[in-house]
């Protein structure tokens, strides 16, 4: 059973830093692009950035600037840095990879979300 799992939300001042982690576990074959999504109050879900394994990185531009994303290959994990906050990054985040398990193909997962709250 592959889960991610991610962690790091809270509540942070505007211009304030939060870094958000998150860990793929179960029987893992391989990565392929990771990826930070996030889903504020009646708005749509919106892709932040995403890292292929090969490091290849892409940011929204909205946070261009100020995100910042890496991934550890071997421990399977990805990370969202995140400097000068503002109120407008107040969502729920996401973390979602492509991966394949042993034995079987690429499938998309989805962590539970973790929340990030900006105060103005």
């Known amino acids: 059973q592959v889960q991610l799992v991610e962690s790091g939300g809270g509540l942070v001042q505007a211009v304030g830093s939060l870094r958000l982690s998150c860990a793929a576990s179960?029987?893992?074959?391989?990565?392929?692009?990771m990826a930070w999504s996030r889903q504020a109050p009646g708005k749509q879900r919106e892709l932040v950035a995403f890292?292929?394994?090969?490091?290849?990185?892409n940011f929204a531009d909205s946070v261009k600037g100020r995100f910042t994303i890496s991934r550890d290959n071997a421990k399977n994990t990805v990370d969202l840095q995140m400097n000068s906050l503002k109120p407008e990054d107040t969502a729920l985040y996401y973390c979602?990879?492509?991966?394949?398990?042993?034995?079987?193909?690429?499938?998309?997962?989805w962590g539970q979300g973790t929340q990030v709250t900006v105060s103005s």
């Open positions: 979602n990879a492509e991966i394949r398990g042993y034995g079987k193909g690429y499938y998309d997962y």
């Open positions: 179960g029987s893992i074959f391989s990565i392929n692009p």
């Open positions: 890292i292929t394994s090969g490091g290849r990185r």
